[in-house]
């Protein structure tokens, strides 16, 4: 008998020990992300309210990079690839995509800066990024990203030595394709061809 309740006693433990870790591992994702926006680490951008009011004379280079994951389907593309820009200054950026496949496709991107270090003064006033992006068959549309470079990276010692700083986004296919699914429904109650010359978005 008393083998038996201590095998209960563990088996009991061990569940409720599974259950915490899963719940930890559940929280850790929001979690880490809210560190990441909040240090910068990584490369990870801020999110800002407002447009900077303040310019500095410092002049930086901001490099444009993009990236595709193969099973999107999608061409993704700086429309230009550097600019110098003052810190403080207010800037507006595009890429473009194009869907070159035969489906409506959702996709979504994610994005970083480089050198890490610099993730923490980069702020994005309004992105492409912030929302899902829906393109049906063909489809070829400008993303707009409005960003500028906080003013306090001058009295941080540790980024005098940046000259230049890197946005990077890689497109993926988003898991939720029920919006693609609607879009293509509608498509075909209509009578279309699928083919739009705007694109639909969906906050995350």
Same mark, same amino acid.
């Given at each position: *008998?008393?083998?038996?309740? &201590?095998?209960? #006693? ?12 899963? $719940? ?11 560190? %990441? #926006? ?13 447009? +900077?009011?303040? @310019? ?26 550097? *600019?110098?820009? &003052?810190? $403080? ?16 496709? @959702?996709?979504?991107?994610?994005? =970083? ?10 702020? &994005?006033?309004? %992105?492409? %990024? ?7 068959? $063909? ?6 990203? +409005? ?20 946005? +990077? ?27 739009? =010359? ?7």
């Amino acid at each position: *008998m008393r083998a038996g309740r &201590k095998n209960i #006693r563990t088996l009991a433990f061990l569940g409720a020990f599974v259950a915490g870790m899963g $719940g930890l591992a559940y929280a850790s994702v929001p979690l880490y992300e809210i560190f %990441c #926006r909040v240090t910068g680490y990584g490369g990870t951008t801020q999110v800002a309210a407002a447009e +900077s009011n303040q @310019v500095v004379e410092r002049t930086l280079k901001i490099r444009f990079d993009s990236n595709v994951n193969p099973a999107l389907g999608w061409a993704f593309d700086p429309v230009l690839r550097s *600019m110098d820009l &003052k810190v $403080g200054e207010n800037a507006l950026a595009f890429y473009q995509a194009e869907n070159e496949t035969d489906d409506v496709i @959702v996709g979504t991107a994610t994005f =970083n800066v480089t050198p890490d270090k610099a993730g923490l003064y980069f702020n &994005k006033v309004e %992105c492409f %990024c912030f929302t899902e992006q829906v393109l049906k068959p $063909g489809q070829r549309v400008d993303m707009p990203v +409005s960003f500028f470079i906080d003013p306090s990276i001058v009295e941080d010692p540790n980024l005098d030595d940046v000259t230049t700083i890197t946005l +990077s986004y890689t497109f993926f296919r988003a898991e939720d394709q029920s919006a693609a699914e609607r879009i293509e429904q509608a498509g075909l109650r209509a009578g279309g061809d699928g083919r739009a =010359n705007t694109v639909d978005q969906r906050t995350n």
